[in-house]
């Protein structure tokens, strides 16, 4: 029997939830409060640059499933871009993620081998670990720590390593070979005319209003839907009522710059604590489009989160997991409700994973 379906987001859990929902023959109407769809996703092409800025981030699409790039495939053709990260740090540009030409940059090795055995001297005797830093001195040494863990993670959770937890880092993919792909899945690309485009085409026919925040008008939604699909923050749809979930937020400065090529990579970051940015995105690169005189540029800053600013990042401490828990059995006393997404769920999904995560849910609603 047809349904009606209210999805609050038109981010990818929302768009996916959309499109499955109405190919199954169930009627959706997507409200979002921001003023464009897209969710993070979100690109804003500029002219003077001929490019497509990725305004919340960078975003590069990336997975190992078959199932899921041919899914988004359908809305989109990929180019061949494949994140190569740099790292500037005091003065000096570092390949990134750490590989054998990093090690070789710091250290002058140049085979596996020797690699090996530098990064066995230099680490150090510390007998069970206590925090961040000290995991990291004992496990890659003083230089590597130094150069690309402290002051980024000082400047991304503002407090120093030493106050914080080692489970945050697990561990430091470091590569003995000289392949420095920032992931290593089987499938990876920019979308050719920006995220935007594929949320125009998943949500074509489909009713989209914006600038509508559900909870302006909750009852009323509520009572007119037989489901609602809710994909923002799961403490705001029970008003807070136990406390609010943290996260770390992150404030964009977006640039037009007259130069061709500002900086000669899509992505570097930088990772000394006295830099107030830990990252800088050229939006050209990442379209694989250098015809424009101009170039957009993003500087990104960690900024502390308030209510009223972006929620990126969960902070991922017993305390919040304990509230998320309260909140999802709280989930259970509204039936009719689907929480879903990064926020719904208070967890960092990247984009393969979100869509994997509606796509498997509507099997169950649709
Ligand atoms: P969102 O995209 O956040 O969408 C949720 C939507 O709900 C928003 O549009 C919001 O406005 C709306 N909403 C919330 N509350 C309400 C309300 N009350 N009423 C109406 N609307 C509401 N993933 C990758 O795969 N590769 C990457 O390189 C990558 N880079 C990233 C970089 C950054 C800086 C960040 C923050 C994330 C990155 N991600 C990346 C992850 C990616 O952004 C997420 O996987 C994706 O955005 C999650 O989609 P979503 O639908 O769950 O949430």
Known sequence: MSKKFLIVGSGFYGATCARELTDAGHSCLVIDKRTHIGGNCYTRYIEEADCHEHHYGAHIFHTNSEKIWKYINRFASFNHYVNRVKVSHKDKIYSFPINLFTLYQLFGVKTPEEAKACLAERKEPIENPKNMEEWCLANVGREIYETFIEGYSLKQWARHPRELPASIIKRVPIRLTFDDNYFNDRYQGIPIGGYTSIFEKMLDDIPVELNTDFHRDRETFLSKFDHVIFTGPIDSFFDYSVGHLEYRSLRFDHQLVNSSDYQGNAVINHTESQVPYTRTYEHKHF????????????????????????????????????????????????????????????????????????????????
Not at 301 to 316: L, R, S
Not at 326 to 343: C, D, P, W
Not at 344 to 359: E, F, N, T
């Open 287 to 366: 379209d694989m489009n250098f015809s424009a005189t101009n170039s957009a540029v993003t500087y990104e800053y960690p900024d502390k989160w308030e209510p009223g600013k972006i929620e990126i990042y969960p902070v991922n401490t017993d305390e919040n997991q304990s509230l998320f828990e309260k909140y999802q059995n709280m989930t259970k006393e509204v039936s009719n409700v689907t929480f879903g997404g990064r926020l719904g769920q208070y967890r960092y999904y990247d984009m393969h994973q979100v869509i994997a995560s509606a796509l498997e849910k509507v099997k169950s609603l649709a």
